[in-house]
């Protein structure tokens, strides 16, 4: 799936709550992620419900339905998704604790773009990003607009 085919379904997910960030998690094969990414092989997208105190400008997602999709589907967990409202899709310290933490790739979905981060040594990358400004101006170099 490329950046942009996953920018349309989390953001589709995104669209069903627009007053709060929405949260899921994504499926695939972990050894799929490199150091720069342009497309994931995304075989599935769970949302899960936002149970923060303060959903507008955080998520936190339960951890009993984590902790059984973990038990479930442990060697399929690609990673985490969010989304940020109004504002760019740039990883917060919060975020970035989460990739460490974990070290699956985290996903941020916002209008018009998003990015993904993931671990490289000892840090918090991003490692992939996508924009309707960037596809658009490759489909005029491409001729296909």
Known sequence: MTLGQLHRVLWSHA???PCEEVCGLI????????????????????????IADSPRDSFEMDYAVLQEQWKLRHG????????HLG????????????????????????VG?????????NQVIEIGHWSHRTEFQQKILDGSL
């Open 87 to 110: 504002g760019p899709a740039l990883a917060s310290l919060p975020d970035q604790d989460v990739v460490m933490r974990t070290g699956l790739i985290s996903v941020i979905v916002s």
């Open 15 to 17: 669209g069903s709550f």
């Open 113 to 121: 773009e998003l990015r993904v981060y993931g671990r490289h040594q």
């Open 76 to 83: 399929e967990i690609l990673g985490i998704y969010h989304s």
């Open 27 to 50: 499926f695939g094969p972990f050894d799929s992620i490199k150091t720069t990414v342009t497309s994931l092989e995304v075989t599935g997208v769970m949302p899960i419900k936002n």
